[in-house]
């Protein structure tokens, strides 16, 4: 929502920081061995890796509008 009030040398680059984060922590997500039948833990990972997902779509968007809108 503030973004506008910071410097794009400073935002671009700590969005891409955490774009960066969030791919990996994906990567982690993605590692996670299913848990059988405990079904609970399964979807609970499955949410967080769609969250994710969601986040890293949403930060690629928003990079390459900031670095594309003059």
């Known amino acids: 929502m503030f973004i506008d009030f910071l410097p794009m040398d400073k935002a671009i680059p700590a969005l891409k920081e955490r774009l960066k984060k969030n ?6 997500f993605n590692q996670t061995p299913a848990h059988g039948i405990r079904t609970g833990v399964n979807l609970a ?9 969601a986040e890293v779509t949403f930060l690629e968007k928003t990079i ?4 594309h809108s003059d």
């Open 64 to 67: 390459h509008h900031l670095l």
């Open 45 to 53: 990972v499955e949410h967080k890796i769609t969250m994710l997902e």
């Open 23 to 28: 791919k990996k922590l994906i990567d982690l």
